[in-house]
């Protein structure tokens, strides 16, 4: 199906509604422009379960990963300063 939409002065046009829900686009289009003309392609939102890397990280959101390695990198620094407290370190 082909349609028509009116472009503003502004460069604005409407994506008709039907289109909009039918391929979930809300607030943002990526534009790829090539030698047949644009394609419009709506932005995956960070809510969306598009990542490809969600099953590595098991689900885990990035707070929860950022946490992890924080408390990781506590016990690390306090390994370290016992051992700077002995005289020696070990990496």
């Keep these: 199906m082909v349609e028509i939409v009116s472009v503003t002065r502004k460069g604005q046009a409407t ?28 932005v995956p939102s960070p809510s969306d ?12 959101t990035s707070r929860e990963l950022l946490e992890e390695a924080r408390k990781e990198e506590f016990k690390r620094e306090e390994g370290l300063m016992k051992h700077v407290g002995e005289g020696s370190i070990r990496l």
Excluded: N, Q, T
């Design 15 to 42: 994506i008709p509604k039907r289109l909009r829900e039918k391929y979930g686009i809300k607030r943002k289009v990526l534009i790829e422009e090539d030698e047949r003309g644009i394609l419009l392609r709506p």
């Design 49 to 60: 379960d598009l990542g490809s890397l969600k099953p590595i990280f098991k689900g885990k």
